[in-house]
């Protein structure tokens, strides 16, 4: 460590944080590879609406993944050991895709695209299940808000780009082209992973797949207030996820700023909020812990959503989007990076693929259920009282994480494997 540094700082500076930017490029490169990037492929190519608009079904690897990773946990590659092992196998398998996809053509064989599409998001969400476990089996306590927060900016920028940046490339040098170079910079997943260090920490593996199924959910179910747990993580980022599902038609249909205006601010400024948020939360996390971090950034959050409430009652204004734009995307940063550190620290690291899988997918599903409704709150009440109540739906998380904080001041002292065993 460099012992000028100031502790905040200090926490970042090691060979893991460096592995954690480069496992997070590696798991943001692939997903606009097989959505918007694709979309854009696919419109540029004259593809009809109706079939661009199947290919969302690319997605489904990533809200299923939960059910191949016990597979991860109880089996170990030959070579490289079981983190690391699958971190190469998943790694390799895309780049095959991913190289096999640019010789396909939209036009004419949208099926035959579509499949190696599809092989190309399994590989990739299995890809997720096995750096998500690695995350949580290598951080140390400590180190979990850092992680999170080089994770999360690797990870924008593996987005950016397989995103903005291959959609400009394609312009240069074509579609295929953009896909073969693609490929190849996912070897940038393939060098994190022979950098990383296989995590031991007494991890004990199950030892037999139905252990790899049945254990995680008995050692989760095992724990004093589970279920509330549970609902902790459907809430704690709901009013984030609400206000983020509507910011941009809001921004576009309330104030009326253009699209290429909104494009600038809230993708572009936004990205840039997010990356600085999670990077200050993580730092802060260092001396803050985890509950008094959740508490915080939660309490950040929802009052960064009332910002938009202004915006909906002024006349356009450039600075107030900026500031609100700005405002709710460092303070979702923020509450990133404690929320992904706080499912770190509920898994038992025997079965921290799939413990992480289902929590985060849990988290992921609930808000594709419950926000959808956001739409009809606008319709029947008007902007600024939807991010009114935005901002409200926070409030229960924040409630629930009161009623928990002895249990959540614990959870970091917990011994790094599970006390079950396997």
Not at 243 to 267: C, D, H, Q, S, Y
Request: aromatic share 10%.
């Amino acid at each position: 460590m460099h012992k000028t540094l100031s502790p905040y700082l200090q926490v970042f500076i090691s060979r893991t944080m460096a592995v954690m930017l480069l496992l997070g490029f590696a798991s943001g490169l692939p997903l606009a590879l097989t959505s918007g990037t694709l979309q854009a492929w696919m419109a540029v190519s004259g593809v009809n609406v109706k079939t661009i608009g199947l290919f969302a079904l690319m997605g489904i690897p990533y809200t299923l993944k939960f059910l191949w990773s016990p597979l991860m946990d109880r089996f170990t590659p030959p070579v490289f050991g079981r983190r690391r092992g699958w971190m190469l196998l998943t790694q390799a398998g895309l780049m095959l895709c991913i190289a096999a996809m640019a010789s396909g053509d939209p036009a004419n064989s949208p099926l035959a695209l579509a499949a190696v599409a599809l092989c190309t998001a399994f590989f990739s969400a299995s890809q997720d299940i096995v750096v998500d476990a690695y995350r949580t089996d290598i951080l140390k306590e400590e180190e979990r808000g850092a992680g999170v927060a080089v994770f999360v900016t690797g990870y924008r920028i593996g987005m950016l780009v397989s995103g903005a940046m291959a959609m400009i490339l394609s312009v240069q040098i074509g579609w295929h082209a953009v896909y073969l170079l693609m490929a190849l910079v996912m070897g940038i997943g393939m060098l994190a992973a022979l950098m990383a260090a296989e995590p031991h920490n007494g991890i004990h593996p199950p030892k037999t797949l139905g252990a790899a199924v049945t254990g995680p959910l008995k050692d989760f179910f095992s724990r004093p207030r589970a279920g509330i747990f549970l609902l902790l993580i459907v809430l704690y980022k709901l009013g984030d996820a609400y206000a983020g599902t509507m910011t941009t038609a809001f921004l576009i249909r309330g104030p009326g700023f253009t699209a290429a205006e909104v494009g600038v601010v809230n993708k572009g400024l936004g990205m840039a909020a997010v990356i600085l948020g999670a990077m200050f939360g993580g730092s802060l996390m260092v001396r803050m812990g985890l509950y008094r971090a959740l508490m915080t950034f939660g309490i950040l959050q929802g009052i960064s959503i009332l910002s938009f409430v202004p915006l909906a009652y002024m006349e356009k204004s450039w600075g107030m989007m900026v500031f609100a734009v700005g405002l709710e995307n460092l303070c979702g940063g923020m509450g990133t990076a404690a929320f992904v550190a706080l499912l770190m620290a509920l898994c038992n690291l025997d079965f921290s693929a799939t413990q992480y899988a289902l929590l985060s997918s849990l988290a992921a599903l609930a808000r594709v259920f419950i926000t959808p409704t956001s739409g009809y709150i606008v319709a029947m009440a008007g902007w600024g009282e939807f991010f009114l109540f935005a901002a409200v739906t926070a409030a229960p998380g924040l409630f629930l994480l009161q009623h928990l904080r002895v249990d959540v001041t614990a959870l970091g002292h917990r011994k790094p494997a599970g006390e079950t065993g396997s």
